[in-house]
């Protein structure tokens, strides 16, 4: 038992980065696929975001079905859907065809996020869950970190030679399906929970509500930092894309560190306490962005914002899959995945008005104050239903 969760674990680590390999390799090479695709500079930033918009219309029916027909199922498709579909994107000369592909690629991410989430929720319990989950937090915060400047590094030789990596899943996916065994069994219970919808489930436990909102701002705060920290330090004279993703990596960094001791810190402090501190540090590290002078000062900001992903992403996942019944987590789960990436996506169409009418530092003073106003509507919710979480 103990060598078949192991596996499961790294298994379920390879794949979290390859969730987050799917949009973030591609952002150094953004502007030398404009010509080979024939899209221009307003659209091409769809080959990014559109497979985030389809992992959120995507991952509620892949929860039901992760439920009824089990995970192990869900994660191999998910793992041969992005596979195939990313790594076609190394032949493609059509805009259009690309964004189909990366449609495809975003119900294969759908898949792999939810399915891992709730395998690593079916074997691991308490501290260890939480352990496992800081982990997958932060091989996440590594893929970030990592395949940004891979992707840079192979598009000095070829746009489209980054597109290669995806095709790593294929062979994951076999290591999965020979090693990695089904976390729970089919049963009378699990074929049932298909007429749970989301409206029901959020009235039977209103608490999952606060999760959802969560990670939805975790990964609008998230992208806030990918899409706009970029264009500002461009203002500041740093437009070389391996110089920005250097910058990049003090975020990812400690993310990851932060993410590593999420254990650790649980056993010292209440979720609410841990929320609250992130909540805190994004607004702290915004606040610093938007009164940014230089390039220098942008480096706090980043490694605040780090430590609040480190800290808010972990407890989302614990939190979503822990609070209800082993027939249910798929659905959870998967609905996590749909807020936490229409966060990412809907990041750029927020903020993104705020940069072009007035001026891009606003961007960061509109996200702190966004933060500081979850946070005391976070506060009041607890006092009022006097959840000590």
């Known amino acids: 038992m103990q060598k078949q969760s192991s596996l499961l674990l790294w298994a379920a680590l390879a794949s979290a980065t390859l969730a987050v390999m799917a949009g973030s390799i591609l952002g150094p090479i953004v502007n030398k696929m404009k010509e080979p695709l024939g899209a221009s500079t307003e659209s091409i930033g769809l080959v990014i975001t559109t497979h985030g918009l389809f992992i959120a219309l995507s991952s509620p029916f892949l929860g039901y079905l992760i439920d009824k027909i089990g995970r192990k199922k869900v994660y191999l498709a998910g793992l041969f859907t992005y596979g195939v579909s990313g790594g076609l994107g190394f032949f493609i000369t059509s805009f259009w065809l690309m964004i189909l592909t990366r449609a495809v690629l975003g119900v294969g991410v759908a898949g792999i996020v939810a399915s891992i989430t709730t395998m690593l929720a079916d074997v691991y319990k308490g501290k260890e869950l939480q352990k496992v989950m800081g982990y997958r937090s932060s091989a996440e915060s590594l893929g970030g970190t990592i395949f940004p400047l891979i992707g840079g590094f192979l598009g000095v030789f070829a746009w489209n030679f980054p597109f290669l990596l995806y095709f790593l899943a294929l062979p994951l996916g076999a290591i999965v399906w020979w090693k990695v065994p089904e976390t729970k069994s089919k049963g009378k219970k699990q074929t049932e929970v298909g007429s749970v919808s989301f409206f029901k489930m959020l ?97 706090p900001s980043l490694i605040l914002v780090g430590v609040s992903q480190g800290l808010a992403i972990p407890t989302a996942y614990v939190l979503a899959t822990s609070s209800v019944e082993a027939s249910l987590r798929g659905q959870t789960t998967s609905y996590l995945s749909s807020f936490g990436y229409l966060g990412q996506f809907m990041s750029p169409v927020i903020y993104g008005p705020i940069a072009g009418l007035i001026d891009l530092k606003w961007v960061f003073g509109a996200s702190s104050i966004v933060n500081l106003i979850c946070l005391l509507l976070i506060l009041t919710y607890v006092k009022i239903n006097q959840n000590k979480m």
Do not use: C, D
């Open 203 to 299: 009235w039977n436990n209103r608490f999952l509500f606060y999760v959802y909102v969560l990670i939805f701002l975790a990964m609008l705060n998230l992208y806030v930092v990918v899409v706009f920290v970029p264009q500002q330090l461009g203002e500041f004279g740093i437009k070389n894309t391996f110089e920005i993703g250097l910058f990049l990596m003090f975020l990812s960094g400690t993310g990851a560190l932060a993410s590593l001791a999420h254990g650790y810190i649980k056993s010292l402090a209440s979720y609410t306490k841990i929320v609250s501190f992130a909540f805190a540090f994004w607004i702290l590290g915004f606040s610093t962005s938007f009164f940014s002078s230089n390039f220098w000062t942008l480096i």
